[in-house]
């Protein structure tokens, strides 16, 4: 596979460039070059005048069109849920499960692992629990939640081996030894679902963990007299947020405050759910959310461009930056940097074409481009 992909303004990640094209092979992008300066003896693909960004990054979905990873964590499923995300410019997600029985967090990983195995678009498998405060279980199952003991962990790394790539936590309930557990197996530690005082919080932090869930959402707030989960966040240079822009998990304001002090630190997630009548987790959409049988706040109906162009239109920020909270700053937290989340020579050609109203046109994975 070698082509110049040209006639597109370019959203490089650090750039926007117009009269660009994007020289691309075996996979990967090998130039970034003037349209002028573009080899005449490589097949051109028409970007058809349309904008070009690297794709997009979920670290926090749970299913799509009808099929919930949560009520069935099965092949069938995840090849939705990332067929669906590709349709949407998304070239990689992490799978997400949360609190849920032990038999299920075992399968998740064990079919998230297979599926890897065979097919392109999972990043790996995020587990939202089940080791969390049950004061902010939000739409979690109380009675799944559970206190996590380091034997119980290596269980799960053992079947996760290479798949489980995020675990969400509260920071008070989790011990030195199951801190230092997951961090020797390099799995990501995102404090969420916690009740945890600032001190608490701050400590996570400092002891390792590197990112919180859905800023604002079943977490201690930020008050004057305990700054809470929220305050730590702000306050941890090492520490980045996800947070879910759809103007109801939280107000847009809100958005763009945090913006304004986590800078890079944030990130974007879609939290999207589907709907369910089964299982553990059955959800129901109600306007753009979904909420449970209880009426709680369940999940997004997001995806990653829509989020994007919320935070554009109604948050105020620059496309680029937007573009960077759904692709470089979650390449970021995963320490896949170095290959995703830009444009440039020697990354995987993975990059998605759309428009001014940033609808997704094609998606290419490793320099394979499909259009929509």
């Known amino acids: 596979m070698h082509y110049l992909l040209r006639n597109c303004t370019l959203y490089t990640g650090s750039a926007v460039l117009q009269q660009h094209a994007l020289l691309v092979e075996a996979g990967r992008i090998v130039a970034v070059l003037p349209e002028t300066a573009a080899p005449a003896d490589v097949p051109t693909v028409d970007g058809r005048g349309l904008n070009v960004a690297p794709a997009l990054l979920d670290l926090q979905v749970y299913g799509a069109n009808g099929q919930l990873f949560s009520v069935q964590p099965s092949l069938d499923v995840l090849t ?7 349709r949407h410019g998304t070239t990689g997600s992490l799978a997400t499960m949360p609190t849920n029985s032990s038999a299920m967090m075992r399968t ?13 678009g999972l990043l790996g498998v995020h587990l939202e629990g089940p080791y969390i405060n049950p004061v902010k279980k939000g739409a979690h199952q109380l009675e799944f939640i559970k206190v996590p003991t380091v034997a119980e962990i290596e269980e799960l790394l053992k079947i996760g081996e290479g798949v489980l790539k995020m675990m969400t936590l509260a920071p008070e309930v989790a011990t030195p030894g199951v801190v230092a557990r997951l961090l020797e197996a390099g799995v990501v530690l995102s404090a969420g679902h916690s009740n945890a005082t600032y001190a608490q919080a701050a400590a996570g932090f400092q002891a390792g963990f590197t990112a919180a869930t859905h800023l604002f959402n079943a977490m201690s707030a930020l008050q004057g007299r305990e700054p809470g989960l ?14 879910i822009a759809d103007g109801v998990h939280c107000d847009f304001a809100a958005v ?31 306007a753009n959310h979904y ?3 209880q009426g709680v706040l369940a999940g997004s109906a997001l995806t990653l461009p829509l989020a994007v162009r ?10 680029p930056e937007a573009l960077r909270m759904a692709s470089l700053y979650p390449a970021r937290v995963l320490g896949l940097a170095h290959e995703l989340g830009a444009l440039a020579p020697g990354y995987q050609a993975d990059f998605w074409l759309f428009d001014e109203q940033l609808h997704p046109l094609a998606t290419a994975r490793a320099g394979e481009l499909q259009w929509h």
């Open 80 to 86: 939705t849920l990332t067929t669906y995300a590709f």
């Open 108 to 120: 998740a990983l064990e079919v998230g692992r297979d599926f890897q195995r065979q097919q392109p």
């Open 230 to 243: 929220v305050g730590a966040v702000y306050d941890a240079e090492s520490a980045h947020a996800s947070i």
């Open 256 to 286: 763009r405050i945090s913006q304004k002090i986590l800078g890079e630190r944030l990130f974007l997630i879609t939290d999207a759910v589907t709907d369910s009548q089964q299982g553990a987790y059955q959800f129901r959409r109600q």
């Open 291 to 293: 909420v449970d049988t």
């Open 310 to 319: 919320n935070c554009v239109q109604h948050v105020g920020l620059p496309l």
